[in-house]
Every structure is written in C-alpha cells, then in structure tokens.
C-alpha cells in the first residue's frame, strides 16, 4: 500500500469525486495501455488513450453508446481520453454524482450532432441504437413524433436541455440506471 | 462566498465542467488547510473501507447481466445482513462474552437434532434468555463490575434505537431521490431516454433488452389504437367480478391461514404458507399487498400467542420457549426459501425449456423474494430479547440465502422483460420494511419490556415485576450520588413523563403540517409556470413557425373558437339589450 501515495500528489488526489476509487480507476486506465502510462503521474504528463482502447474495456463493449460516451468525455471530442477525461467518465457514472449533472451528461450523449438539442434525427439514431435497428423507419418516426409530442414543452420541435430535465424528473429509475459500476 | 466549505465544494461538484477547471475553481476557493487535510485523511479512510467492500464483483457480474432491476434485490440482502452483522456483534461483545466469566457447566448432552427444534442442549446455551445470569459480576474482589441487568437492557434498546435511525435516515434519503407519484410516471419518452440501463454489461443481456425494448415499442404503437375502444358494459361487469372473485378467495385463504397458525402454534407445529398463484390472476401491485397483509397477519397472531398466552402461562422460562419459536420459526422459513428457490426456478426451468417450451426460463420473482427477507428480519428482530445470538443466525441464512439464489438466478432466470420500476419498489420496500415491520416490532418489545412479569427463575429479569423495573431501581439507587443527579433528572422529567412526549409529538405535527403546505403551494405553482410556459411558446410559435400548419391550427382553433364564442357572446348580449330597450319603450 505504501507505493500508491506517490502516484498522484494531494492537491490532484483533492480534486477528483471518485476519490475512494482514485486507485484502482487509475490501475484501470494503465492496464489498457501499460506500455504508454506511466506509474508516477506527479508531474501531470500528457497522455492520451485512442478511443479503440477505451471502447474495448467491458464496461463498455456492450453498449450501444459506447461512442458517444467516450465522444462527450474525451478533450477533442473524438473519444480519445486523457487520464482526467477517463475519472471524468467514471466520476458522472458513479453512484453519487447529483442528479442534474448526470442528466446535463445524459442529454449531451443523446445529441448526435452536438447542436445542443435533441432533434428528430437525434431520437431517430437514438431509438435504432436502443432497438438495434429492428424497427421499420415508420415504427421510428411515430416512436420520435410521440416523444417530442410528450416531452416538448416549449413547441419547437426539438428537446432542449430544460425538456430533457424535466422528462428525468419523472422517470426516479434514471438515478440508478445512469450508472457504470467499475 | 457566504456559503460554507461543504456546500462549495458540492457546488463545484455539480459544475458539468471538465476535472481542470474544476481543480482551479476549487484551490482559488477553498483556503483553509486544516480542512484539506482533513478531508484527505477523510478521503484515504474511506478508499481503504471501500477494498473490503462485500461482494462487489459478484453485484457487478449480476447487475451486469440482469439490470439494475435484479440488482436491488441482492443490494437490499447485504444491507438487511448488515443490520444482522451488526447486532450480533453488539450483542456477543456486551452480554454474551461477559456471561462466559461468571457461566454455569451445561448438563446436558448434544445430539444433532437440536440444531432443528433449538431446545435440548441449546437450552442451557448463550443462545437463550434464560442462560443469562442477574448477578453483577465481578471478576476480582472490589474491581470493576458489570451489571448484567442493565447491559441486557440498553444494549438491545441501543440497537433498536440506532436501527430506527438508520431506517428513517434512508427513508427519507431515498424518497428524496426517487419521488414516488405513480401517476406521473408512464410515458413513452421517459421509458425510451432514461430508462436504458448502462449497469448491462453482457452480450447477451443487452441484446435482449434491445429486443424487449422494440417488442415493447411494436406492442405500444398497435396498442394505442386499441386503447381507445370501450369495453361493452357486460365486459367491465364480468372483469369487477373477477376481480372481486379473487380477493374473497385470497382474503378468506388469508383468514384460513391465520386460523390454522393459530391453533397450531397452540400445537406447537410450525407450517409456512405462502401466495404463489393468485399472481396469475391480479396485478403485480395486489399480489404484493395480499402477501404482506398475509404476512403480518400471521406475524401478528403470533406475537399475540407468545404474550398473552405463553407470557402468562405458568411455565418455567417462558422467555427462553419463545425464543425456540422463533428459531424454529427462522428455520422453517430458510428452509421453505431454499425450497422455494428449488422449486419456483429449478424446476420451473428445467418444465419450461423441456416440457412446456413456450413457457421458456422463468423470471426472478423481485417481489416475493423482498417480502421473504422483510419477514425473517422481522422475526428476526422480534427475537432479539429473547434469543440473542439470533441475529447471527441470521447473518449465517443470509449468506448461505445470498449464495443459493445468485447460483440459481444465473443458470435458472433470464433477465425481466417488463420495465421494473426499480427506485420506486426500492423506496416501496423500505417503507415496508420500517412502517409494518420495525415499529410493530419497536410495539412487541415495548409490550414485553413494560407489561409483562419476567419468570421467577432463569434469565436476567428474575424475580422483578417488569424487565423495565430493573432501570427503574438502577435510578432509585443513582440518587443517592450527587454526580449523577442530571441522569435522574433526565430520567424523571423526559422518558418517563408523559407531557414530554405529548409536546414533542405536537411539535412534530406541526411541522408536517406546515412542509405538507409548501408542497402543496408549489405543485400549484409549478404547473401554473409550466401552463405559462406553453402559453407564451405557442404564442410565439403562432407568429413565426409557418411551416407546421397542423400544429398551429390546433392551437389557433382554440383561440379562434374562444374568439367567436366571446364575439358571439358579445353580440347575443348586445341583441339582448337593445330587444329590452325596445320591450321597454312599448310600455
């Protein structure tokens, strides 16, 4: 247990909300790519880590937003990830980050094109990600239609932010099933 | 800047920005090195808890093939086994271990079979109230001594105390989360954007939810147009009877049950009953409250037999007979689990996928697994005063319980189809768990403590009038010192006086009374604001969207309408008016 304590300095051990699994998150991220992480991370070295590698990690290899996740995290927005945007990650996915910042994280993974709104196109690859494209493109755009009918509150055709916070509201399993255990 | 260092540092937490402008925001605000370091001695003790965290693969391998729904069940196992854990710990450390110095040579000879009925050679055991000595013991001539009486008492009312703490602190933490209103629950976009479950991490699982996910959708697009059909009147006739039908079978099999248990715990022969097939016919939510109110039934014509007829039977050592109910009790449960277990998801496995194909692997029935543990920690905890080392016994069925329906969960079950509504029924669970269980149990203690004449020969409370009695003269004889005048006081004028309680419950009132108003006030004012919203939004959209004709001539029919109606209003009154003036002018 003694080597541990060199490995983050305690201002950078201050700073992270996944502070009782700082550890064995940052043994995680090494074992992806022992060859490019160094043990000591003191001096903040700047590495970063392709999205193939964090795609393949089995938390994650089986979701259907694995890309978008590691998009929404990572500093160039292409999924690849430094060592803060990986605690990042799995600080929003722990079972204590509050409500709102999960759902802010939530809305950013369903908007496909980054325009800070969930339009029709956004539900539409959301629903084809969720079904695995079994349904027909009619059954989706009725899907799509009934779900903006219902969650928009302010009639512009498309989720904002505020629609989407409101929608989590009433749906109390969102708090648990937003949540990656590592 | 006048809010405190806590708060900041969840503010900053809340912050959706990345863990560098975090880190800056944070050492530009916070100061205080004393409180750093704290909190990194804090933080290091709770990363060290959390490596001897229980169990925390197998959770993770369960909730990543069965959801999160599954999970809770096994989650709300290892919590109800730490309560367990934690009471035999406190019983053994304060009145076992100090019993063993002063403990009498047991006479009698052990065969297996005690481990099934708990009396024989069990009787003379730590296991049992009537073991426990009265004396104070001492363990040299003028050392420190122990009173047994006092350590009995107020360890098992300490830990009744600390557990109704624990259980109204997550109470109201988990309805905090969680916020049950059924009625606002359903709806598509909720059920297709939050309730993806990320916990599934297994091939298999997930693609099976997306598969139950697109049948859900299918069933829901055809299904809507159904909805709108009326049933004839025959129909819903025919479906009150039904359902009507059920509940007297269910209610009177309820009565037939409690009958039976009564007369044969007269008999002293255990039997379990259980509520497997009225699932079939009624809805998830009446088939859970038809076993529980089965449950408590029995739970309560029990405890009235073990006080009011065993109590005040002429027995030797009544309270050490009611704790070998009770073990027998436990025991005949953990069987009848297992058995359960066997039967319900073994067997229905091995029917469904050779016999009965179509059927296919059973589900893990969430539901009746809870309100089987509910029960055994409510016996559990009725059994605390009179059988101390109940609570590990416990401990040992839970775990061996935990093992046996992970192992047939993962080669029996498939993953739920229906969307389980997980943090409700959780919050729904531990409700149960402290409104019926705990303080009907807080209610049998308090009767036994109070009421009823401990017997004259074995136990702790031997010749008193009351178990209670032996505080009482504790502080009869803590008068006489000077130092300890304020535990007297304390004693005198808060537990025992009856007008301590009466304002302490008014307070209490008043106060629910006066959050239940400002709830109220802002649910009116939250849907007032959203009307508002949709007002002024479709004002807008009215002006500037001209692409979407159909939306805005709903909206625009509406205000069209009300417009002709106030016109029309205006002029039938108009015509009104003058046919008076002209009605008038003729005469």
Not at chain 2, 445 to 471: D, Y
């Amino acid at each position: 247990m003694g080597n541990k304590q060199t490995i983050f300095t305690p201002e950078q051990l201050d700073a992270y909300q996944v502070q009782n699994k700082l550890n064995g998150l940052f043994y995680r991220y090494r074992d992806l790519a022992p060859q490019l992480v160094p043990l000591d991370y003191t001096d903040k070295p700047d590495v970063t880590l392709p999205y193939e590698l964090i795609g393949s990690m089995p938390e994650l290899k089986d979701n259907p937003f694995r890309q978008r996740i590691a998009e929404v995290f990572s500093e160039d927005g292409d999924g690849n990830m430094t060592l803060d945007d990986f605690l990042d990650m799995f600080s929003v996915l722990s079972e204590m980050a509050p409500r709102d910042l999960k759902a802010y994280y939530a809305f950013k993974i369903y908007d496909f094109n980054n325009d800070d709104y969930i339009c029709k196109s956004d539900l539409e690859k959301t629903v084809n990600k969720l079904t695995r494209n079994e349904l027909t493109p009619e059954e989706v755009r009725l899907v799509c239609e009934k779900v903006i009918y219902e969650a928009d509150l302010d009639n512009d055709g498309k989720l904002s932010l505020e629609d989407f916070q409101h929608m989590i509201i009433r749906a109390p399993d969102f708090l648990s099933t937003f949540h990656i255990r590592i | 800047a006048s809010m405190s260092t806590r708060e900041r540092i969840k503010a900053i937490q809340k912050m959706p920005e990345t863990m560098k402008k975090k880190r800056e925001i944070r050492s530009i605000s916070l100061i205080s090195f004393v409180l750093q370091s704290f909190r990194r001695f804090r933080n290091s003790l709770s990363e060290r808890f959390h490596q001897l965290w229980l169990w925390h693969k197998t959770l993770k391998i369960i909730g990543g093939e069965f959801g999160t729904s599954v999970l809770s069940y096994f989650i709300f196992l290892k919590w109800l086994l730490s309560f367990n854990i934690f009471s035999f710990l406190i019983n053994f450390s304060f009145i076992t271990v100090p019993q063993f110095i002063a403990a009498e040579p047991n006479n009698l000879s052990f065969t297996g079979l005690e481990l099934l009925t708990g009396a024989g050679y069990f009787q003379q055991t730590a296991l049992y109230y009537g073991f426990y000595t009265n004396a104070t013991i001492s363990k040299t001539e003028n050392g420190a001594s122990y009173n047994m009486q006092l350590a009995y008492i107020f360890t098992v009312g300490m830990y009744f105390v600390i557990c109704l703490l624990i259980l109204l602190i997550s109470m109201a933490k988990s309805f905090c989360r969680n916020f049950i209103n059924p009625q606002i629950y359903s709806g598509n976009a909720s059920k297709l954007l939050c309730t993806w479950d990320f916990n599934i991490t297994n091939e298999k699982a997930v693609k099976l939810k997306q598969k139950n996910l697109s049948t859900q959708i299918k069933v829901q697009n055809t299904g809507d147009a159904k909805r709108f059909l009326n049933f004839s009147k025959q129909e819903t006739l025919v479906h009150i009877l039904i359902h009507l039908g059920v509940w007297a079978a269910s209610l009177g099999t309820a009565v037939a049950a409690c009958a039976s248990v009564y007369f044969l715990s007269i008999n002293n022969l255990k039997v379990r009953t259980d509520f497997t097939t009225s699932r079939m016919f009624l809805p998830i939510h009446t088939h859970v409250l038809l076993n529980i109110i089965l449950k408590i039934s029995i739970i309560g014509i029990l405890c009235y037999y073990w006080l009011d007829i065993v109590a005040t039977s002429k027995s030797q050592c009544w309270e050490t007979l009611i704790g070998q109910d009770i073990y027998r009790l436990i025991l005949v449960d953990f069987i009848f689990c297992l058995l359960g277990s066997f039967f319900g998801e073994f067997l229905r496995r091995i029917i469904g996928t050779t016999v009965f194909v179509s059927l296919g692997m059973p589900e893990f029935d969430i539901a009746r697994n809870v309100l089987d543990l509910i029960y055994a920690q409510t016996l559990t905890w009725i059994g605390i005063l009179f059988s101390p080392l109940l609570p590990g016994i416990q401990m040992i069925s839970f775990f061996i319980v935990f093992y046996v329906k992970k192992v047939s969960l993962m080669k029996n079950c498939q993953p739920p189809r229906q969307v389980w509504r997980a943090a409700q029924m959780t919050t729904f669970f531990m409700l149960l768990l402290f409104f019926p269980s705990l303080t009907g149990v807080l209610a049998v203690i308090a009767v036994t403590v109070w009421r009823l004449k401990p017997s004259e020969e074995c136990g702790p409370f031997r010749g008193l009038s009351s178990m209670f009695a032996a505080v009482s003269e504790w502080i009869k004889i803590l008068e006489n010192y000077t130092g300890s005048k304020w535990v007297v006081w304390i004693y005198n004028n808060l537990i025992t006086s009856e007008l301590f309680f009466f304002i302490l419950s008014t307070i209490f009132l008043i106060i629910t009374y006066l959050y239940w108003q400002i709830i109220k006030g802002r649910k009116t004012m939250v849907k007032l604001l959203r009307k508002q919203i949709v007002n002024v939004s479709s004002s807008f959209t009215f002006i500037l969207d001209t692409k979407d004709i159909e939306k805005r001539t709903k909206f625009t029919c509406k205000t069209r309408d009300s417009l002709l109606l106030f016109v029309s209003a205006c002029i039938t009154l108009k015509s009104g008016c003058e046919y008076f003036n002209m009605v008038q002018c003729w005469h």
